[in-house]
């Protein structure tokens, strides 16, 4: 019996050897195709922009020529100033970058407020309030189209930031988040707080807030990053150019097929454009993802 | 539930107010204004209303147009579902091994999300540009096919696919690479063990546990492509050539804030509606349940 249970165990013991020489040698492999692919992916994932920067340095006769050039040139700076003064694109940025912030901020308070109201307190109409929040997910702006406008315009906020930001303030998701995240938080907590004699408002400043900080950082970026790319909104309740938004402001310097094909400028000012949220989403990495996780949820 | 609650009369009304009005104001409203917009037309001068009940509706089932619309919203979100996660799904699998720099390669694959549709479309718009795109000349090469977009309605949808597939495509391939390292190692060495060879072993066992990866992205990705791909269409084709790529979104634009046909529109609004609750019912049915009342 000894014997036997020593001698499974040496097998055992070879087998494993045997078995991971094999898995070194296969991680090896396997590793380097798992490599091979994402170095290639990741090349084809930015080769697009690569392209959209390589042109927007080149001359007319460079982005006309054939076959295309995919190396940079040097008529960078006369392409961008071209672009930025052409469609005004200080302006168009200053709005994207005020909607987008406004938007974030605006949505982080208001969905913090009201989950905070959700999981602390008891009050009549609780039920009707969250099952409210809860249809406006079914409730995205293209199934309200006209009806909206005609909110918009009896409001007088068409051309205002008003009617470019406080319309997208609300949403489930944010609401959805922060009451979820409130529901982990220990009971003893808020007890200890009302031991302490903090109200509600203090303890949601003092200890709720700090504790929320990931998730509101992770809500940040994603919300910023929407805020920014809206396309449909700021179409419908903006007429005159100085209150368009970056993305669909660049659209009259797409050139059509009559007109000059001057692609490098076009190229300048969605550079421009796409900067912004991409920077953010780089610098702000790990709560992206943690954002991008918990929003789904 | 919570046990800990705190007491008081008005405060928690005060709370959820900014929340309530928007929504009411800028949901509610314009919802129902869409459901009853739906039933009347415009008088020719635009001044008044005109009640013409389901005429709206009776319309959009009767006109051809309308129907490739919808054919074309679901060719087009189905494709860009369906060959997005199974490209990321078949290279995730690949490029499934324990390997260093993860995180920087999730870096780089993740970037693109930021990217708004509309400027993804005109980067797109170039590559495939007709005289000057690198795609067209690559393939000058192999065929004389002529790929020109402006004339042909299904080189403009492939050009919209792609363009759509390439923003989506890094967080895809980022979620199904987590999903795998998440999959235990012991299950498949026994299937291994077993016999089983790797295709097999990716079909009875790595497919069926990444389902819930799969489901998410699906729904995400069909969402994305149902109602935030508007922007795309609007700078890159604008619904052309002909109809060619005129989703349901982009028609519903089209006729109430060109046509000025805000009762034919309000009536697409309507339809659209029926197909996000559909969306959100299909997600909540299938999901585990994830919000609780």
Avoid at chain 1, 42 to 68: E, G, K, N, R
Avoid at chain 1, 258 to 269: C, Y
Avoid at chain 2, 16 to 21: D, I, L, Y
Avoid at chain 2, 154 to 174: E, P
């Amino acid at each position: 019996m000894a014997a036997d249970a020593s001698g499974a165990q040496v097998l055992a013991g070879t087998a494993d050897i045997v078995q991971v020489a094999r898995a070194r040698r296969r991680v090896d492999w396997s590793g380097r195709l798992a490599h091979a692919i994402l170095i290639v992916s990741v090349a084809v994932i930015a080769f697009p922009l690569y392209y959209a920067l390589v042109i927007s340095t080149q001359t007319l006769d460079q982005v006309m020529s054939l076959p295309p050039r995919l190396l940079p040139s040097t008529n960078a700076v006369h392409n961008y100033i071209d672009a930025w003064t052409r469609v005004g694109m200080g302006r168009l940025l200053l709005n994207s970058a005020i909607v987008a912030l406004a938007v974030a901020l605006g949505k982080i308070v208001i969905s913090l407020l009201s989950a905070f109201a959700i999981a602390y307190f008891n009050f009549r109409g609780k039920q009707f309030v969250f099952w409210m929040i809860f249809v406006t997910l079914m409730l995205p702006i293209p199934v309200r189209i006209v009806s909206t406008y005609q909110v918009i315009s009896v409001l007088g906020w068409v051309d205002t930031y008003w009617g470019l930001t406080v319309p997208l303030m609300a949403s489930a998701t944010g609401t959805f988040l922060f009451r979820q995240f409130f529901l982990t938080i220990p009971d003893s907590l808020a007890e200890a707080a009302q031991l302490d004699g903090a109200g509600p408002m203090r303890f949601l400043w003092s200890i709720l807030l700090p504790l929320s900080r990931a998730n509101i950082a992770a809500l940040f970026v994603i919300l910023f990053v929407y805020g920014w790319n809206e396309y449909l909104w700021p179409l419908m309740v903006t007429n005159s150019p100085n209150m368009r938004t970056a993305v669909i402001g660049i659209d009259s310097l797409v050139p059509r097929t009559s007109q000059l094909p001057e692609w490098n400028v076009t190229m300048a000012a969605a550079v421009m454009t796409l900067l912004p949220p991409v920077a953010v989403i780089v610098v702000m990495q790990r709560w992206f993802v943690r954002g991008l996780i918990e929003t789904e949820k | 539930m919570k046990r800990t609650v705190f007491r008081n009369r008005w405060l928690p009304y005060a709370l959820v107010a900014p929340q309530v009005a928007i929504t009411l104001v800028f949901f509610f409203w314009p919802a129902f204004d869409s459901l009853r917009l739906s039933l009347y037309r415009a008088s020719p001068f635009g001044d008044r209303l005109i009640f013409i009940g389901l005429r709206n509706f009776e319309r959009l089932a009767s006109e051809a147009a309308y129907f490739r619309s919808v054919a074309t919203s679901f060719v087009f979100s189905f494709c860009v579902t369906v060959v997005g996660l199974a490209l990321a799904l078949l290279l995730a699998s690949l490029a499934n091994a324990k390997i260093r720099g993860l995180t920087a390669y999730r870096s780089l694959l993740l970037w693109p999300y930021g990217i708004a549709p509309a400027i993804a479309g005109i980067v797109w718009l170039f590559i495939f540009h007709p005289s000057f795109g690198i795609l067209p000349w690559l393939l000058s090469f192999v065929t004389t096919y002529q790929f020109n977009w402006f004339l042909k309605g299904w080189v403009a949808m492939v050009l919209i696919i792609v363009a759509a597939v390439w923003k989506q495509f890094g967080y895809n391939l980022a979620f199904y690479l987590a999903g795998l390292q998440a999959i235990e190692k012991s299950v498949l060495e026994a299937a291994s063990v077993d016999g089983a060879g790797p295709i097999r072993r990716f079909f009875a066992i790595t497919f069926p546990l990444l389902s819930p990866v799969t489901f998410f992205l699906f729904t995400l990705n069909m969402t994305f492509s149902f109602f935030e791909t508007f922007g795309l269409i609007h700078a890159v084709t604008q619904g052309g050539p002909g109809d060619a790529t005129s989703i349901m979104v982009y028609r519903a634009w089209k006729d109430g804030f060109d046509g000025l046909q805000l009762g034919f529109s309000a009536a697409q609004s309507v339809i659209l509606m029926i197909v996000v609750i559909t969306l959100t019912a299909f997600q909540f049915r299938y999901a585990e349940k994830k919000v609780t009342y």
